[in-house]
């Protein structure tokens, strides 16, 4: 069991960290450019900024980078063995595809959140927790299926279902006492 949910982590790292870096180095130009649907809500919002997207994707490439500079040094932690993202530069395009896509995921939500009419911040419960992990699975599969499939096994699927609204609660709880949220969810 511990070995599953250190290699889910592990894995899933890349993906994780970009949407808090979004966040917090965001700000700026909205990707829609204030624009709005013929329902005239917007098409986004003002939470998706290029610099949010271009933070949050090279925030998740670095540390994805650092698993893979950490996997030459030491293939293990805590005495389980992780699962590689492959060498350079093939591994270049998983973690740019679990980062981006991760964004990705999270921009497509927004977009169906504000035809739902629902405001900025508002919560949608399980979406909100997991629309990133789709997102990043998705380009991630289409950019490489035979390397998805043989890390995301079923076990690990679950474990990052079951982790990832956990610990998006707690980095949303985090994010709100220290200013860079408006409302901790």
Not at 6 to 17: E, G, H, K, N, T
Not at 138 to 161: E, K, Q, R
């Amino acid at each position: 069991m511990i070995e599953t949910v250190l290699s889910a982590v592990w894995l899933m790292l890349p993906a994780y960290i970009p949407n808090s870096a979004a966040a917090v180095f965001g700000g700026g130009m909205p990707i829609d450019g204030g624009r709005t649907l013929g329902d005239g809500r917007r098409i986004l919002g003002d939470g998706k900024t290029y610099r949010g997207l271009l933070a949050g994707t090279i925030c998740g490439m670095l540390l994805g980078l650092l698993q893979i500079y950490y996997q030459t040094i030491n293939s293990t932690i805590f005495g389980v063995k992780l699962p590689s993202f492959g060498e350079l530069p093939g591994a270049l395009v998983l973690i740019f595809t679990l980062a981006f896509g991760s964004l990705s995921g999270d921009m497509f939500m927004s977009f169906f959140k504000r035809r739902l009419g629902l405001k900025r911040g508002a919560p949608l419960p399980v979406v909100d927790q997991l629309d990133f992990v789709f997102g990043a699975w998705l380009l991630t599969y289409i950019a490489s299926p035979v390397w998805f499939a043989g890390n995301f096994t079923c076990s690990i699927i679950i474990a990052v279902l079951i982790i990832t609204p956990l610990l998006h609660f707690v980095t949303n709880v985090i994010g709100y006492f220290i200013g860079v949220k408006n409302e901790p969810w």
